[in-house]
């Protein structure tokens, strides 16, 4: 019996449940989850950052995006759970499946759609609730999954670390002080609850270990009207000397399991952000003393976007000793060839250990996506030992990887030729680097959103008729996680995400790509920086600024496909990565090769 049927038999059916939700979730809305919390993966078997699991008594399924629809499908074959692809027009939304699904249970049924509280934000569940219309009950519980998951790994509580003020740029007072001034212009509160882990980390200058390639702790930080705070955590994590920091800075610290209690019986009216789980909510709209409650976006993911003098310069140092990392790694690979590595998880194995011999190097950012030849094409491959496969002397490889250093995250792509490559591979990996090209280059009006910049990554591969389902461009933390919002360059409106201006200081990936199922897969990414350019009769004009160093591969280019504009910006690009690292690095022979691989083109 499955994982999924055991867990529908055992505790759906004999609580009464028609139906059962289970995201990809923690409490605090994480994108990349402790152990503890990847229930979907441990009963799905799906491995991917991203997906919903729906659990009925007429069968299962899992909705996923385009990112995953490949691994999905290889995941979920021969399983009792349909794949979903979400995204694609023709699949119905949950609600809109579960509707179909129980449309025939006649006028007197009343399904039951159960869900862990914690693991549900209150947007999520007001997406449900247009269920209630059709005659549904939405019933949240306690984690019922320790009973089950006998193997189930304990709640993460390493120790916490202070992000030094000569890194963070602003202190901890300073912070909420900015936020308390903008929670002011927007409602009259007197607590405001963070539960996303990453904003209470940029809040705190803390950095932790609870998720991995993450620098977060798990945490709520009740803010207070009078400037101090309440900091909900497991109190092992915490030193004596970041105690008495806090405490200086009128941070009280609680216990982490005692926030939906003590929000309980908090006088006053406190306000919240929609991602915030569904059981923090229920504990503040049902208290005993009564008291308001208002749902109001954070200010804290607008106020961390733009970075300051001391991150723009940590991201800098980082990217360069992350360049150095990159540069011996392909010099090795084109100096060695694939003998020298072997297989997809050869190669991503030796990339973590060359980052690791780098100064303020803390971790990986995320898992390395190494994949050789048809693996390209899935987008967020991960080498496992079981799907591993050696490199050949052909084709493509990509690599996809980034690091935590002290002062900088950093996240790249490169698109590596292994030997001959098709005319197709040729002319893909040149429409990508045009795609690439043309963001980097763009001068725009302080202010424009990622909707509009998204063309410029695409213009060109839309001639040709390709195109790429994922967003063009994220935010990335200052140590702190590799995806940060709220700012993004995708095709397709997300008001949260699509509608925020860019501004001067915000950081933001260019990452187009091509995948063609079967045979291969190009990206090409670098992390840019908006800064400003210049100021005319029309307004403020920014630009971006390259952050990451590292030479562009320019074999595998048709020249002819190329401008006399993208040409230029191609040199001086790699004039800039020769004149960054080319003094960071002893080894003559990895010398030698970064000039001659950044040589002018003409």
């Not at 006053?268 to 229920?282: F, K, L, S």
């Not at 250093?405 to 030729?417: L, N």
């Amino acid at each position: 019996m499955s994982r999924t049927e055991a867990f529908w038999r055992r505790h759906c059916e004999q609580q009464g449940y028609s139906a059962y939700l289970i995201p990809t979730a923690d409490p605090h809305g994480s994108e990349y989850l402790p152990e503890h919390w990847k229930v979907r993966e441990w009963l799905s078997g799906f491995t991917g950052s991203a997906g919903l699991l729906v659990l009925t008594t007429h069968g299962h399924a899992l909705w996923t995006d385009s990112r995953y629809w490949l691994q999905a499908a290889a995941h979920l074959e021969g399983t009792d759970i349909a794949l979903m692809r979400d995204g694609d027009p023709a699949t119905p939304t949950v609600t809109q499946w579960l509707k179909s699904l129980f449309a025939g249970e006649g006028r007197d049924a009343k399904p039951v759609l159960g869900y862990v509280g914690q693991m549900v934000s209150i947007s999520l569940h007001d997406e449900l609730s247009v269920l209630t219309d059709a005659g549904w009950r939405l019933k949240g519980e306690n984690d019922p999954f320790d009973v089950f998951w006998t193997s189930r790994p304990r709640l993460p509580y390493a120790p916490v670390v202070e992000q030094p003020r000569e890194l963070a740029g602003k202190a901890t007072e300073d912070k909420m002080a900015d936020i308390w001034q903008t929670l002011d212009e927007k409602a009259d509160i007197d607590h405001y609850l963070l539960s996303d882990l990453s904003e209470i980390a940029w809040t705190l200058n803390l950095r932790g270990n609870d998720i991995q390639f993450n620098p977060v702790f798990m945490s709520y930080l009740l803010l207070h009207a009078d400037r101090s705070a309440t900091l909900f955590l497991d109190e092992r994590q915490v030193s004596q000397a970041i105690r008495n920091r806090l405490a200086e800075q009128k941070v009280n610290i609680r216990p982490y399991e005692a926030v939906e209690e003590i929000l309980s019986a908090t006088a006053g009216r406190i306000g919240m952000d929609a991602e915030t789980n569904i059981a923090v909510w229920t504990a503040v709209t049902q208290r005993a003393t009564g008291g308001e409650h208002a749902i109001l976006p954070s200010p804290v993911p607008m106020l961390r976007a733009i970075k300051n003098e001391a991150e723009t310069e940590g991201f800098r140092r980082a990217m360069e000793r992350d360049g150095v990392a990159m540069v011996h790694m392909l010099c090795r690979l084109d100096r060695e060839g694939i003998t020298s590595f072997g297989t997809e998880l050869g190669f991503s194995r030796a990339l973590e250990q060359e980052r690791s011999r780098q100064d303020r190097y803390c971790s990986l950012s995320f898992e390395t996506i190494s994949g050789y030849g048809p693996h390209g094409a899935i987008v967020h491959y991960e080498p496992t030992p079981d799907s591993d496969v050696p490199l050949e002397p052909h084709g493509f490889l990509l690599v996809d990887s980034g690091a935590q250093y002290e002062d900088g995250t950093t996240d790249i792509t490169r698109t590596i030729p292994l030997g001959p490559l098709t005319e197709e591979e040729r002319t893909v990996y040149t429409l990508v680097l045009k795609g690439h090209i043309e963001l980097a280059n763009l001068r725009f009006p302080e202010g424009t959103c990622g909707l509009a910049l998204d063309l410029a990554a695409r213009r060109a591969m839309w001639a040709e008729g390709y195109d790429f389902g994922h967003g063009t461009g994220h935010g990335v933390g200052s140590r702190l996680c590799v995806h940060e919002g709220p700012q993004q360059i995708r095709k397709n409106i997300r008001t949260c995400t699509t509608n925020v201006p860019f501004l001067p200081g915000m950081t933001i990936t260019d990452e187009p790509g091509i995948y063609v199922t079967g045979k291969f897969g190009v990206r090409i990414e670098n992390v840019l920086l908006v800064v400003s350019d210049r100021e005319t009769p029309f307004g403020r004009f920014c630009r971006f600024e390259s952050l990451t160093l590292c030479p562009i591969d320019l074999r595998p280019v048709r020249r002819e496909m190329l401008t006399a504009e993208e040409v230029r910006y191609l040199n001086v690009y790699h004039a800039e990565v020769r004149r960054r690292l080319l003094p960071l690095i002893a080894e003559e022979e990895v010398r030698q090769w970064l000039i001659q691989v950044t040589e002018e083109i003409q």
